[in-house]
């Protein structure tokens, strides 16, 4: 079965259902059977490589200021509550995410994506590290372990701008209007976050949908007379 996720690195609730998500695997009978494929959606490709704060964004988007404890802290706090801490969805800076995404891009090709994409919701939320320039990229890609002269070359040649831009349109003809954006085997959409109960609840309709049961007829007792390839009775 297969588990398409659409997020952004700089989305707290993304980083909260990848961490959901890992808890939901862990208790299915058949996690090891799953595949996790994370697709980018960008939320603030217009921000300035230099970033701006939390804070600064909900005045540019012309949110009140009780967004921040309306709707970022109880993120921190599920977070916690969920034994992801530190977790930073107010106090850091946000900014544009596009080389990140064509990095994570990258791992995915070296069979490290699943890996790359927690490691660094990890490093920003957990951290609050910056993302956004070409040095502070390949310096978190040193870090997890890839390659940095062949990152500073995806990087350079931008060969995986066209992926990560084909991710998006394909989220948004799903349905997609933000992230996070989960989608089934095909079957079934999640457009936002949702327990970890509930995601394994969808993970098991979405697997027993896939693979039926196989069942027997109900048997009316008292025939007699059958006919099997060692005889008949």
């Known amino acids: 079965m297969k588990i398409e996720f659409w997020s952004d690195i700089v989305c707290p609730y993304c980083g909260l259902m990848d961490h959901r998500l890992h808890l939901a695997l862990g208790r299915f009978a058949h996690g090891d059977q799953v595949q996790v494929v994370h697709r980018s959606f960008q939320l603030h490709p217009d921000l300035p490589r230099s970033g701006v704060t939390q804070r600064k964004l909900i ?25 992801l801490t530190p977790y930073h969805a107010v106090d850091r800076t946000l900014g544009p995410t596009d080389l990140a995404h064509e990095l994570l891009a990258y791992a995915a090709d070296q069979g490290r994506g699943n890996e790359i994409w927690t490691a660094m919701f990890r490093a920003h939320f957990g951290q609050a590290r910056k993302l956004w320039t070409a040095a502070e990229v390949l310096g978190f890609a040193a870090e997890v372990g890839l390659d940095r002269a062949e990152a ?17 349109r394909e989220a948004q003809r799903l349905g997609a209007r933000g992230a996070p954006f989960l989608v089934f085997d095909g079957r079934f959409a999640v457009p936002g976050a949702i327990g970890t109960d509930e995601l394994l ?33």
């Open 201 to 233: 609840a969808v993970i098991t309709k979405a697997w027993d949908e896939s693979h039926p049961k196989a069942w027997s007829l109900p048997v009316v007792d008292g025939a007699d007379g059958v006919c099997t390839p060692d005889g008949c009775v």
């Open 152 to 168: 500073a070359e995806v990087l350079r040649s931008r060969r995986y701008e066209a992926r990560v831009a084909a991710d998006q």
């Open 59 to 83: 005045e540019m988007a012309g949110a009140p200021a009780s967004t921040v404890n309306q709707v970022l802290r109880p993120i921190e706090r599920a977070a916690k509550a969920e034994g």
